[in-house]
């Protein structure tokens, strides 16, 4: 039996069982109601009460367990085993569909903390290495120019003694660019759209491309987290169009549609298939969710060719 069928049922049988003391039993009702009437109807309603509350119970004791269930996972331990569903149709169906979610969600959760993982590791071993390369080797070079200082002349001594100063400066234009990799400097100073101009500007100079810029004039307020967001979705989105799409203009834009703000990066270059695999679409993606956010990808053209990554955030104030 269904739930439907189940909660019919019981509550008709109480119907029923009613009327059929009623129609047996010597009871009577007087035009005026007395005082024992009035008592046996009372006693009689609250039976009756009674039988479908317990009926009622029973019927919905799948749901109870399912909800008591649902309240019990803990999203920081695998899921436990379960075994086929039974019971009432709708129940089981309910329960198996819940089953796939949680199995779903923390196979997610999972594949979210690995690339989470990754993605640190990563960037732990990028910065890691520009500090070797870049760093290291200018104070090694500053190192080895004051090695033995005290034993040449005035003018040699003048002569690495500016080498020194000018390695020192490397190294200290070296840890500026790698802390701009970490927190990009001109968001803060600038604010999101003078950080979106400087980087249509960078790729511009660095991969000879002809950028096309199209912001609006004042870019609504957004939260420090959600400009971050912004910034780092076309910071990626031009940094594949540079070293993936093969193509010779892009256009970078940003404006108000309704309570949303859209941040559009398309190019005219080969085109992809809805996915762009090992070029951080995924985590741009996730960074839209964590904005509140979505994030699409497709063709820029009709004819399929180019590529269009479209951002869309909430302003605040209308999360």
Do not use: C, K, W
């Amino acid at each position: 039996m269904t739930l439907l069928q189940r909660v019919i049922a019981g509550n008709a049988l109480v119907v029923f069982v009613g009327a059929l003391i009623l129609a047996l039993s010597p009871a009577t009702i007087s035009p005026r109601i007395t005082g024992d009437e009035a008592l046996l109807l009372a006693a009689g309603a609250t039976a009756a009460l009674a039988a479908n509350a317990v009926l009622m119970r029973r019927a919905l004791a799948p749901l109870r367990s399912l909800a008591a269930e649902m309240a019990a996972v803990d999203p920081l331990r695998p899921a436990p085993p379960r075994g086929p569903r039974e019971g009432v149709a709708e129940v089981a169906a309910l329960g198996r569909a819940y089953d796939t979610m949680v199995h779903r969600l923390l196979a997610e959760r999972h594949a979210s903390a690995g690339r989470a993982i990754a993605a640190q590791e990563a960037e732990r071993a990028r910065i890691g290495r520009e500090l070797h390369d870049e760093v290291g080797q200018a104070l090694t070079g500053v190192a080895l120019e004051l090695q033995g200082l005290e034993a040449v002349d005035a003018a040699a001594r003048a002569e690495r003694l500016g080498a020194a100063r000018e390695a020192l400066r490397a190294a200290a234009d070296g840890v500026h660019e790698i802390t701009h990799g970490l927190r990009p400097e001109p968001l803060e100073d600038f604010g999101l759209r003078g950080a979106l101009v400087a980087l249509a500007s960078g790729l511009a100079d660095r991969a000879r491309l002809r950028v096309r810029r199209e912001l609006a004039p004042a870019l609504p307020a957004l939260a420090p987290a959600t400009e971050l967001v912004v910034y780092r979705v076309a910071q990626e989105a031009l940094t594949n169009v540079a070293r993936h799409a093969g193509a010779t203009t892009v256009t970078l834009s940003a404006r108000v549609e309704g309570d949303m703000m859209v941040l559009t990066v398309a190019d005219d270059g080969r085109g992809v298939d809805g996915a762009l695999p090992g070029t951080g679409v995924q985590g741009m993606r996730e960074r839209a969710l964590l904005a509140g956010g979505t994030l699409d990808l497709g063709p820029a053209a009709p004819d399929g060719t180019g590529t269009a990554v479209r951002l869309a955030v909430p302003v605040e104030g209308t999360a």
